[in-house]
């Protein structure tokens, strides 16, 4: 299958940010590792589940520091759920340095609708055959970049090789946070001195100062 260029981006063709206002459902989970709860703006992990708009907006703001890749399918049809697995499978062998948004149409079903007018926007442009359903978008600092539908694995690690290769040619390289790694770790990952070097000193002079008030005089 020959495949659209992936920076072929529309420029603000639809504005998916708006997304953002509509409230979650009271008690519905939001955006984390699969089957997981937490807050709505929650980005922590290789693929997450986006069950809420306030989610998808989270993710959509994080493509400014790493490339994010979010996917269609409905839990009521399963078949659907296999390209997104294909792409799951190829984020993670890229250790943190993209990350896929698994949305079920099903509980969110904006998003679909602003994947629709995406498609009928790129079908005018001519960047996909007219007709496609666009069920899966890259995003690279905010901006939509439909993607063809996946045949298979091979397909879905082509694309995330590919758009890691335009994320890196316009300076997108970061990592996405590890919510199973201590603070220290993350520390490093973001390249900022974790909090224990950082007191290494100042609590070297308190510890030394607090020997000497209690060592009893001879």
């Known amino acids: 299958m020959t495949q659209q260029p992936l920076n072929a981006a529309l420029r603000g063709a639809v504005d998916l940010s708006g997304l953002a206002n509509k409230r979650p459902d009271a008690g519905g989970a939001a955006a984390g590792a699969p089957g997981a709860g937490g807050g709505g703006g929650s980005t922590g992990g290789m693929v997450v589940e986006v069950a809420d708009a306030q989610a998808f907006s ?6 400014v520091r790493y490339p994010v890749i979010i996917a269609l399918y409905s839990a009521s049809q399963p078949g659907t759920r296999t390209p997104v697995d294909e792409l799951a499978t ?3 062998a890229q250790g943190g340095k993209i990350q896929l948004g698994a949305v ?3 509980r969110v079903p904006e998003v679909a609708q602003a994947f629709a007018q995406l498609g009928q926007q790129v079908a005018q442009q001519g960047q996909l055959p007219p007709g496609t359903q666009v069920t899966t978008v890259a995003f690279l600092q905010g901006q939509p970049m439909p993607l063809p539908p996946l045949p298979d694995a091979e397909a879905a690690t082509q694309l995330v ?4 290769k335009v ?3 316009n300076g997108i390289a970061g ?4 919510p199973g790694a201590d603070e220290g770790a993350q520390d490093d990952a973001e390249g900022r001195a974790p909090k224990r070097r950082r007191c290494r000193r100042s609590c070297s002079r308190r510890t030394t100062r607090s020997r000497r008030a209690t060592t009893p005089a001879p």
């Open 167 to 169: 994320a890196v040619a």
């Open 58 to 63: 989270s993710l959509v703001s994080a493509s």
């Open 104 to 106: 079920d149409i099903d």
């Open 161 to 164: 090789d590919e758009l890691l």
């Open 90 to 92: 190829a984020v993670r």
């Open 175 to 178: 990592r996405v946070p590890d």
